[in-house]
Structure formats: structure tokens, C-alpha cells
């Protein structure tokens, strides 16, 4: 019988250890949560005891979201060369070690280079782990764990929050045991990371057929060979990230890095500034922090449904329809900003849910529509770039709510959703239900391709 290419590794069934994967690459997210969200709350002791500017209260809060900016990209591009599992493991030992370190700082331009790091590797984790999940797992169950990390975000910052309030009240050296805390959680992951397999698609791409063999029969069974691997490289003389780029990968670039910008722009900005916007909506004091709550809880739930929808709706209706009724949710908020306190609760969770599409699909679509060779690159420049807008959209809040008012602010948050469902109209893909070298190649292939070893 011939064995066709992806057969038995893309059609497998969900294993354990598929399951434990998804878990352990869920760190990543999870402490991406925990460590912007844990800053928040310390700084209500940092700044006064550091005596810290407006300015540099402002850094030091960005810090990490900058970290994240640059390590995503390096990361990315570290793992493509040298190896996801290598990688899986050395980001959090460095958010472990400079986690603790934050206990001992005694002036903000060391808090601001140790949270610049931990956000560094906690940017690098995103490209390392779901580059390696992707590269593992079925086709039929990678989009929701692929989307099941962004769910892990949110509960990372719940956590966060928690575990602030109670560290709050031990006394002035609460806001230090917070900072260190993360630590806690990412000695946890990097024990459960270790022993994980490098991926034998990246391994195969590198010409290391023997290796990749044994981690397919470690994995996929005694039967499972390297002809169950897809040759990617056919037809790809250069796999340098540009050359890819210019070989039509540019555009499908550009469509992550846009629908990404548009999907957390006003997600970021109406989480951080979540009590001051229903604030300016006549939702104020314990209600305003009432309501926070509730839209968190919202954006979670609404991910929850995105996940079990994602596979039976396919990738495309999904992102656009997000786009379209979340958006209109804005837009009502942005026409309507007097309406009643129960009628603007209600619109701020329907955004929070109906969002939850294009949340997931920010680590399902840039790992499936780039080659194995590109992919950790890849998902690196495009986190990266949508940090970017998310770091001017969070900026620009506090001027837009001065300047033009609860109504205004929502009316340009609606059109941003607006950009997003032009351009997913225009350019977003459907992969549902394909293995992952398909999904990533630019024209359908008519034939299986088999791979013998010695290739």
C-alpha cells in the first residue's frame, strides 16, 4: 500500500500527547497575561515608593509590551534556524531568572530592562511554541488548540489579578513578591517542557531524515515513517524569509499583520482602559469595575465559542463575520453613548463575545499559511507588527476619549473593525480541513507528494 504524504500524521487521532503539547505551549500565552496584567495592580505601590514620573510610571508599564515586540521577531527567526524544541525550554528559564531578579530592584531603569526582557522572551515563546504544536498536530484538531492559547491569555490575566489583590495586602513589599511571582508559574512549564520532541517537519527541512523518522515513531507509532511527511521544499530553491516574501508569501504577510492590528487594537485598548471608558459612559465607581470584570469574562467566552465554531464554520466566515457584528456593536456605542446603563452593557458583551473569532485566529492563520522552513519567522514579524498598533492604539486612548469623547473613540474603534473586514473580504483564505502543507502552499497541489528516506 503507498503511503501518501500527511496520511499518517495529519489524519492521526487527537493523542495524549497532542493534548499535553497544547497545554505545555499554552505557558506562553498564559504568562503573556499574567505578566502585562500583574504590572497593572503593582504599580499602585512602584510608584510611590520609586518615586516614579508620569513618564516613567509609562515605561515601565510598557515595558514588557515592547520586550514582546522585539522577541517575537528574534525569536521567530531563531527557531527557524536552530530548532523549536531547543528554544521551547530557554525563553522561560530567562522570564524565570529575571523574574526573581525584579524582587531586588531599586530604581525604574532596572525594573525597565528586567521587564523588557521578560517581555523579550516572553514575545520569543509565542513563534517557538505554536510553530511546534502547529507542526505536530492533526489537521483536523490544529485549529483549536492553535486557538485554544489566546484562551489561556485571559486566564493568565485573571489569575494575575487574583493573585495581585492578595499579594496587595501582605505590605509595601507586596508590589516585589508580585513581580517575582511570575516566576512560579514558568518553572512549572519549563519542568513539563522538558523531554518535548523537536519537530520532524523542521528536522526533515534541515536534511535530518534519521531523526525525524525516530520522532515520528515516537510519536505517531512503529508504523509511522518519513514518507508521512510532506515535501515542502519542492519547487523552493531559497528559503531565506525575504526570498519566500518576494515568491508571494509577501501578501498573505500583509494580511496577517493588518487583520491581526485590527482585531487587538480595540481589544487592547478597551481592556486596559476598560473602567475609564464605561467610566465616560456614566458607568462609574464599583459598576465600572463591576463591568470590567464581565467584559473579561465575555472576551473569554467568546474565544470558548470561537474554538468549537472554528472547524465547522471554516477560517474565512469566521474572521469576517467577527469583524462585521462585533464592529456594529462599536458603532452602536459610538452613536448611541447616552443609551442606558443595561443597553451599553450589553453591546460592550457583545463585542467581547462576537470578537472572540479573530482572537483565535491570530495563531491559527500565521501558522498555517507559511512553509515549515519560514513559519517561526513568520509568526514572529507578525506578532511583532501588531503589537505595534496595539502599543499606539492603548498610546492614543486616554487623547481620543479627551479629545473626541466616548462616542468618537468608539466610532474610530468601529472603523478599525471596519478595515479588518474589508481586507479579510478582500484577502483572507480558507484552510479549513487541509494538512498543514497544503494550507501553506500558494497553489493546491494535484497530487500527494511521498517522501522516501535518503531524499
Known amino acids: 500500500m503507498t503511503v501518501t504524504a500527511g496520511n499518517r500524521v495529519d489524519d492521526a487521532p487527537l493523542s495524549r500527547f497532542h493534548k499535553k503539547l497544547a497545554l505545555y505551549s499554552s505557558g506562553g500565552p498564559f504568562l503573556d497575561g499574567y505578566v502585562l496584567s500583574i504590572i497593572g495592580v ?23 509590551l515592547i520586550g514582546i515586540f522585539l522577541g517575537a521577531f528574534v525569536g521567530g527567526y531563531l527557531t527557524d534556524r536552530f530548532g523549536r524544541q531547543v528554544l521551547y525550554t530557554i525563553d522561560l528559564i530567562a522570564i524565570i531568572g529575571c523574574s526573581v531578579a525584579q524582587f531586588w530592584a531599586t530604581d525604574p531603569v532596572w525594573l525597565f530592562v528586567l521587564r523588557l526582557l521578560i517581555g523579550m522572551a516572553v514575545g520569543a515563546d509565542y513563534p517557538i511554541a505554536t510553530s511546534l504544536l502547529a507542526e505536530f498536530t492533526p489537521r483536523r484538531y490544529r485549529g483549536p488548540l492553535l486557538g485554544g492559547l489566546v484562551v489561556m491569555w485571559f486566564v493568565g490575566a485573571a489569575v494575575a489579578y487574583i493573585v495581585g489583590e492578595l499579594l496587595l495586602q501582605t505590605g509595601d513589599d507586596g508590589w516585589r513578591w508580585m513581580l517575582a511571582s511570575a516566576a512560579l508559574p514558568a518553572t512549572v512549564i519549563v519542568l513539563l517542557r522538558l523531554g518535548t520532541p523537536e519537530s520532524p517537519r523542521w528536522l526533515a527541512n534541515k ?3 534519521e531523526e525525524a523518522e525516530a520522532v515520528l515513531k515516537k510519536v505517531y507509532g512503529p508504523e509511522a515513517t518519513i514518507a508521512d511527511l510532506p515535501d515542502e521544499q519542492e519547487g523552493r530553491e531559497n528559503v531565506d524569509l525575504k526570498a519566500i516574501l518576494r515568491a508571494g508569501y509577501g501578501g498573505r504577510m500583509l494580511y496577517i499583520s493588518v487583520f491581526w492590528t485590527c482585531s487587538i487594537v480595540p481589544l487592547f485598548a478597551i481592556y486596559a482602559f476598560g473602567p475609564k471608558i464605561l467610566g465616560a459612559l456614566e458607568l462609574e465607581g464599583s459598576l465600572a469595575n463591576v463591568g470590567s470584570a464581565l467584559i473579561t469574562v465575555m472576551f473569554l467566552i467568546g474565544c470558548v465559542i470561537a474554538l468549537l465554531g472554528v472547524n465547522r464554520i471554516g477560517r474565512r466566515p469566521l474572521v469576517i463575520h ?3 457584528w462585533s464592529g456594529l456593536a462599536l458603532l452602536l456605542l459610538g452613536v448611541f453613548p447616552d443609551a442606558p446603563a443595561a443597553v451599553i452593557m450589553v453591546l460592550f458583551a457583545l463585542y467581547a463575545v462576537i470578537i472572540g473569532g479573530t482572537q483565535i485566529l491570530q495563531w491559527i492563520y500565521p501558522n498555517e499559511l507559511f512553509p515549515t522552513e519560514v513559519r517561526g519567522s513568520a509568526v514572529g514579524l507578525a506578532s511583532s507588527a501588531s503589537r505595534i498598533g496595539a502599543a499606539v492604539g492603548t498610546y492614543l486612548v486616554p487623547m481620543a476619549l479627551t479629545g473626541w469623547g466616548i462616542g468618537g473613540t468608539m466610532l474610530a474603534a468601529a472603523a478599525i473593525n471596519a ?18 502543507h ?3 502552499a500558494l497553489t493546491p497541489r494535484s497530487e500527494p507528494v511521498v517522501r522516501t528516506a535518503g531524499v
Open 438 to 440: 497544503e494550507a501553506a
Open 419 to 436: 478595515v479588518g473586514a474589508v481586507v479579510s473580504v478582500l484577502w483572507a483564505p480558507e484552510t479549513r480541513g487541509m494538512a498543514l
Open 207 to 209: 536534511g535530518r531524515v
Open 42 to 64: 503593582a504599580m499602585v505601590q512602584i510608584t510611590p515608593q520609586l518615586d516614579l514620573s508620569s513618564s516613567a510610571e509609562g515605561l515601565i508599564g510598557a515595558s514588557a
Open 322 to 324: 467577527s469583524f462585521v
